[in-house]
């Protein structure tokens, strides 16, 4: 089946880290994503792995990949308030073209 | 490059009543997607086209729900009659291929719809 789970809410401080803990199910995924959504907006794509990959890491952000667990999980580092925003997990699995599945999407407040 | 136009912003309805969404995709973009994003859930994908043609619509609510992809380019979803659960957030999506390499799929700023 295809099920993509997140926790709902996490609160930081800033200048804290953030982590973001995403599950997924189906283990024939071949790229999972971080996207962030702010008020209003569409959703803005902030870092993707590859499904052979375990990290990866772009500026401030760090995505972990536990294919065992089937884990994927974001870290961001220095958290800033412009950071405050839903951020979702979305695998892609390929079957001609790509189908997407997204999570429930996770809230993050950053605390001044 | 201009992003992923849609229109309108905000629509709101009483349930029965019709409504129709537009999509206009990034120039040259073979597929596009149509999400459906419920308050406080994820985007769940409606119908996804490739050129003019239907990819996957196993979620789209066939009785209520129909999209269309004239000429490849433009797209707009319709629905008739709309119920309460409808009130949602309708994104497009659009994307150069749709795979199997890597792209990056773009999202335009989508139309919040409640039905009253």
């Known amino acids: 089946g295809e099920d993509v789970e997140q926790s709902l809410f996490l609160s930081v401080r800033e200048g804290d880290s953030s982590v973001i803990n995403c599950t997924y199910t189906?283990?024939?995924?071949?790229?999972l994503y971080w996207y962030k959504q702010e008020p209003g907006a569409g959703l803005q794509l902030l870092t993707y792995?590859?499904?052979?990959?375990d990290m990866k890491q772009d500026q401030r952000l760090t995505v972990l990949l536990n294919k065992k667990d089937k884990h994927l999980s974001l870290r961001i580092a220095d958290t800033q308030t412009g950071d405050s925003a839903i951020y979702f997990c979305?695998?892609?699995?390929?079957?001609?073209?790509?189908?997407?599945?997204f999570g429930t999407g996770t809230r993050l407040k950053v605390l001044a | 490059e201009a992003g992923v136009a849609q229109s309108p912003r905000y629509k709101i309805i009483e349930k029965r009543q019709s409504v129709a969404f537009w999509c206009n995709p990034i120039s040259g973009h073979a597929t596009l997607y149509w999400y459906q994003q419920i308050l406080g859930q994820g985007p769940k994908l409606l119908i996804q086209?490739?050129?003019?043609?239907?990819?996957?619509d196993s979620q789209l609510p066939k009785d209520r729900f129909s999209a269309e992809r004239l000429k490849g380019v433009d797209s707009t979803l319709k629905i008739q009659p709309a119920k309460l659960e409808d009130s949602a957030v309708y994104l497009c999506?659009?994307?150069?291929?749709?795979?199997?390499?890597?792209?990056?799929?773009?999202f335009g700023p989508g139309t919040r719809l409640t039905v009253t």
């Open positions: 189906d283990s024939s995924s071949t790229y």
């Open positions: 999506a659009s994307s150069l291929t749709g795979g199997p390499i890597y792209e990056e799929q773009y």
């Open positions: 792995i590859f499904s052979n990959m």
């Open positions: 086209f490739q050129n003019n043609g239907v990819v996957d």
């Open positions: 979305a695998e892609s699995i390929a079957s001609g073209t790509y189908k997407y599945i």
